[in-house]
């Protein structure tokens, strides 16, 4: 469900992160991209498939630290919303690092809450 941001997936993930609306100007789009790129230790884009025909719904920004991931940035495609894909995609994170605490920005918490609630 979540691949690893290639640069071949530079078009649909810019696609997908300008719906998010702090990201809509193309230059602060493109600088958050550099950002993701200039330290890619500790900072990730995935993007994420459907399960029947493997087309990129969704992208997931995250920053790496000793104890936790922030959720930075999450973006599904309008047609595949209210169907709980970001919880989803918040699970395969926490299989991908199981040892680190998610938590989420001011934009991105409500969600993370949302799925810790869901784990109990």
Known sequence: MLRQYRSDYEKITMGLLSLIPDLKDIHRLQEEMDWYQK???????????????QQMIGVVGIE???DFILLRH????PSYRNEGLSLKFIDSLNERYP?????GTLDTAGI??????GKN
């Open 39 to 53: 330290d890619p230790a500790t900072r990730q884009l995935f993007v994420c498939e459907s399960d029947e025909d």
């Open 64 to 66: 790496i630290n000793q």
């Open 74 to 77: 999450i973006a599904i495609n």
């Open 99 to 103: 040892d680190k605490k998610m938590m």
């Open 112 to 117: 993370v809450t949302k799925w810790e609630q």
